[in-house]
């Protein structure tokens, strides 16, 4: 039998959990390391949706990208979202694993996905953790484009409907940073500035970080936070079929994008 701990000693392997940042909480957050696992869910959250989904499917195990418990709990009730979802899981005998900041960071990780699914070229580091490792990627696109025509690329190839853009629509795009999810501070800023990116790619671009970005000259793009990171769902499933064949392992059928569009 394949236990919780095979599967996590392989998640190990690909997202090491001493690669994720200081205020992170990765790794088994809900569950028992010896338990027997059958079934595996994916999904980048949970939600009520997901929840009865794994249950539903009779999943012994769910592996998200975003955990659910970040800061201490002093109180588990049903009156709490979190609570509530803490209860079902235990009730239903689940193990709940994340790996959020150290996949971002990893090598083959979700900036890696992100970077080949815009099809760039040149990889290199964006914010260096380590010699080996790096908060976000920064590279080449294979042709030039303006910034509208590179918004507009970005949103094809990521599958979203609206993204926004910061800058002359007329800029010419030919070097870009990137760093999935929420990670639009100003230091991220002016070190894709400093190494050269026309554009730097990310999610959750609030209003008065647009204005800090302008103000040294830094086209941005705001691709969503769930656009930018979905994408690394479908990888991990890849990943262990190609090492567990005996497991059932189900990608979410649940849509997490909570926002729509107004046309």
Request: glycine share 6%; aromatic share 10%; charged share 25%.
């Amino acid at each position: 039998m394949i236990k919780c701990i095979d599967i996590i000693e392989k998640m190990e392997e690909l997202a090491p959990q001493s690669l994720a940042l200081e205020w992170d909480n990765v790794g088994l957050l809900l569950g028992n390391y010896e338990k027997n696992i059958k079934k595996i869910l994916l999904a980048l959250d949970i939600n009520d949706d997901v929840l009865k989904e794994a249950i539903l499917q009779k999943c012994d195990m769910i592996i998200t990208h975003h955990p659910i418990i970040f800061k201490s709990i002093k109180k588990i009730t049903t009156y709490d979202t979190i609570g509530r979802y803490i209860i079902e899981i235990i009730k239903n005998d689940i193990c709940l694993f994340s790996a959020h900041t150290n996949l971002d960071i990893c090598n083959n990780g979700l900036n890696d996905i992100l970077f080949h699914t815009l099809e760039l070229e040149n990889k290199g580091h964006l914010k260096e953790i380590t010699n080996e490792f790096s908060l976000g990627r920064i590279g080449d696109t294979k042709t030039s484009y303006t910034l509208k025509d590179f918004a507009k690329f970005v949103s094809e190839k990521l599958d979203v409907d609206i993204v926004r853009f910061v800058g002359d629509e007329n800029a010419k795009i030919k070097k870009v940073a990137l760093c999935g999810g929420a990670s639009s501070d100003r230091e991220m800023f002016y070190i894709a500035k400093n190494k050269g990116a026309d554009v730097y790619i990310t999610g959750d671009i609030r209003y008065h970080e647009s204005y800090d970005a302008q103000a040294i000259g830094l086209n941005l793009i705001d691709a969503t936070h769930f656009a930018t990171e979905n994408i690394v769902i479908g990888h991990i499933k890849k990943y262990l079929d190609k090492h567990f064949k005996d497991l059932d392992i189900y990608l979410s059928n649940i849509y997490l994008q909570p926002f729509k569009n107004y046309k």
